[in-house]
């Protein structure tokens, strides 16, 4: 049982340069989410997906998109990255059929040069 | 809104002794509260549920209502203790997003 997987692992833009990372779950959960992680921020809910055909900003969506391909994939993508977005970028995924918990991929690191 | 504040964001502490992660909460409602942990090159993960009452590696928090805490406590801090802490809210029932707060990064000093 894979849970959340998110690729890349690791990638290096160039400003202005776009980009999808990709995230895919095998738990069957109807929510997903994006966050980002940076030192002293903590994690900050980009965007959020409660079920397939759905998805809402959370706290800092600008400069991205998202797509929710269906109930397993959700994307995150960057149109023309900036150095303010180097950053660790975790999917995550929940349902209240698992208590609510949220079962985060091992995260993605992203450096904007 | 909800809202998660934690206010430390680095607790050393020696080894052995007792161990309290503050965690404070807003929210009009019924919410669940959470404990994450983040250790050294691994991925987030769940430490424990204020409705499951359990205590997980020597850790326990209650939920206190009235002043709108989930701090998080063990009485005799481990080196392996070490890593990072997120306090994390929800609204009870349904398909709710989840709020994180800023984390607190716990260091035993062996």
């Known amino acids: 049982n894979a849970g959340v997987t998110q690729t890349p692992k690791f990638q290096v833009l160039k400003t202005g340069q776009s980009m999808t990372l990709q995230c895919a779950q095998d738990?069957?959960?109807?929510?997903m989410y994006w966050y980002r992680q940076d030192p002293g921020m903590g994690l900050r809910l980009i965007y959020y997906?409660?079920?397939?055909?759905?998805?809402d900003k959370g706290e800092v969506p600008n400069g991205y998109n998202v797509s929710r391909l269906n109930k397993r994939e959700f994307s995150l993508r960057l149109e023309s990255a900036a150095p303010s977005q180097t950053s660790v970028y975790f999917c995550?995924?929940?349902?209240?059929?698992?208590?609510?918990?949220?079962?985060f991929g091992e995260g993605s690191w992203l450096t904007v040069v | 809104a909800q809202r998660v504040t934690q206010p430390e964001k680095l607790l050393s502490v020696f080894k052995g002794a007792p161990v309290e992660l503050k965690c404070n909460y807003s929210?009009?409602?019924?919410?669940?509260l959470f404990w994450y942990v983040q250790y050294s090159r691994q991925r987030l993960q769940l430490l424990l549920r204020?409705?499951s009452r359990e205590s997980i590696k020597g850790f326990t928090a209650d939920l206190n209502k009235g002043e709108t805490s989930f701090h998080l406590k063990k009485p005799f801090a481990q080196e392996e203790d070490s890593a990072m802490y997120y306090c994390?809210?929800?609204?009870?029932?349904?398909?709710?997003?989840?709020?994180f707060g800023t984390g607190t990064k716990l260091q035993v000093i062996p």
């Open positions: 204020h409705i």
């Open positions: 929210y009009s409602g019924s919410p669940e």
């Open positions: 738990m069957n959960h109807n929510s």
């Open positions: 997906s409660a079920s397939e055909g759905t998805t």
């Open positions: 995550a995924s929940s349902d209240p059929v698992s208590g609510n918990t949220i079962y």
């Open positions: 994390a809210l929800t609204k009870s029932g349904g398909y709710q997003k989840v709020t």
